[in-house]
Nanobody, 124 residues
Framework: VQLVESGGGLVQAGGSLKLSCLAS????????SGWFRQAPGKEREFVAA????????GYADAVKGRFTISRENAKNMMYLEMNNLKPEDTAIYYC??????????????????WGQGTQVTVSS
């Protein structure tokens, strides 16, 4: 499966953005999927993930209550709705997909497919 993110941009602190991830080349429904981010000088970190049937999801503590992950298998799409954005949310955001396991994972090594990333910049 190939993944392409969109929806990043520049927003003021307290604002909102919605990221999208389009899957192609394969049906999306067999894959668990997630969002990760990487800020300059830092390692890639887990943001949120959701299982293949959208029956379970998980969030990093830093985004819990502010971000919402969802997906539409019929459209081969996954989303990340980000509210009350903070400057520390500034990073390149990547979507990822994994066909393995019984549910989503917060470990990037589990995911075999990655998008190219979309930049999110939050100004103070």
């Amino acid at each position: 499966v190939q993944l392409v993110e969109s929806g990043g941009g520049l927003v003021q602190a307290g604002g909102s953005l919605k990221l999208s991830c389009l899957a192609s080349g394969s049906t999306f429904s067999p894959y668990h999927s997630g969002w990760f981010r990487q800020a300059p000088g830092k390692e890639r970190e887990f943001v949120a993930a959701i299982n293949r049937m959208s029956t379970d999801s998980g969030y990093a503590d830093a985004v819990k209550g502010r971000f919402t992950i969802s997906r539409e298998n019929a459209k081969n799409m996954m989303y990340l709705e980000m509210n009350n954005l903070k400057p520390e949310d500034t990073a390149i955001y990547y979507c990822a997909a994994s066909i393995y396991g019984s549910t989503w994972s917060r470990f990037p090594g589990v995911y075999g497919a990655w998008g190219q990333g979309t930049q999110v910049t939050v100004s103070s």
